[in-house]
């Protein structure tokens, strides 16, 4: 029997075990995935092949990356198809084509700045851009700030500092943009999505969520021209033994509108689970044109603290895909 998740006009089938993975394959933790403009899935994971590409019937199609990326953590995909890969772990943002060729490169592979310096990078964290191309990067778990660059990968400035007040931040772990430029930032531990114009300049914030993990933004609903954009937010729920089971924070995904009001939660009504409709992590979250969410989630990592009494079951998955019902 089929799970559904959501109502109304966003109810979702769970694809369970969608990904057809090679024999003795694995992902591990998946910490990003992203579509292309003919809806092929990029899953940038942490397992021996850290990029893996699937037709959106699950379906192998190719890998590629093997030993240039310690920690997957961020994955954008532009209008281009190119790619900007964002590595935590070799504190490196790389664009590629499509079959991982690199074209540009910020940060220096496997040496961070110190801690806290505001100097990119320590360990960054995602990537976006701008309706001009130019390329925001959130930087992350060893500093608290957001850098912008020229297309050209020139450095221009950064915003941000690390506490709790408008403009500051704790752990920057996702960042997207909308086309009208406006730039939006999972700021996770403080359970919350910071929203700022180009320049940095702090317009409003977004509260009614559990440690935004995952952020995606679709810049028009799917099918329907000069439609406001709908966001899709991974939230990782507890991350403390006290409230790990509290019913109602997750972890979930949300979907929200422009401006942050609550559209439909899907899952996290009674904690974490490994089973299809529930999550453990949901750290990466996409779109595909048919609507399709897909969700990437950092199992691995996680199970310890969401099942501290458990061993890691052998068919933990970090996968999942949410068909739209239609």
């Not at 021996?48 to 590629?64: I, K, Y």
């Not at 931040?169 to 996770?188: E, K, L, P, S």
Request: some cysteine; aromatic content about 10%; glycine content about 14%.
């Amino acid at each position: 029997m089929s799970v559904i998740l959501g109502a109304g006009e966003h109810r979702y089938e769970v694809i369970d075990n969608w990904a057809k993975l090679p024999p003795g394959w694995s992902f591990k933790d998946v910490g990003a995935v992203a579509c292309d403009s003919n809806d092929q899935v990029y899953v940038f994971n942490r397992g021996e092949h850290p990029m893996m590409v699937f037709d959106r019937d699950g379906n192998f199609l190719r890998s590629w990356g093997e030993g240039q990326y310690p920690r997957a953590h961020g994955l954008f995909i532009d209008v281009d198809d190119t790619l900007y890969l964002t590595d935590d772990g070799g504190h490196v943002v790389r664009k590629t084509d499509t079959m991982g060729k690199v074209q540009l490169e910020l940060g220096t592979p496997g040496q961070p700045q110190p801690y806290m310096s505001g100097l990119p990078f320590h360990r960054c964290t995602h990537t976006a851009l701008s309706p001009k191309g130019e390329i925001y990067v959130s930087d992350g778990y060893g500093n608290a700030k957001v850098h912008k660059y020229a297309p050209d990968g020139k450095y221009l400035f950064s915003w941000g500092e690390p506490g709790t007040d408008p403009g500051q931040f704790n752990i920057v772990h996702n960042i997207v943009t909308d086309r009208d430029g406006w730039v939006y930032v999972a700021d996770r531990e403080n359970y919350r999505v910071q929203v700022f114009d180009g320049n940095g300049k702090f317009e409003a914030q977004w509260n009614n969520m559990h440690r935004p993990c995952g952020l995606f933004c679709n810049r028009g609903a799917i099918g329907v021209s000069g439609a406001q954009p709908t966001f899709v937010i991974g939230e990782l729920g507890s991350g403390a033994r006290v409230n790990r089971n509290h019913p109602g924070i997750g972890p979930r995904i949300t979907i929200v509108d422009k401006h942050g009001k609550v559209i439909q939660r899907l899952g996290g009504q009674d904690g974490p689970g490994n089973v299809a409709g529930k999550f453990i992590a949901p750290h990466g979250v996409a779109l595909d044109s048919h609507g399709d969410i897909y969700v990437g989630e950092v199992s691995f990592t996680d199970w310890p603290t969401t099942h501290p009494d458990e061993p890691i079951p052998a068919n933990l998955r970090s996968l999942q895909k949410l068909r739209r019902v239609k």
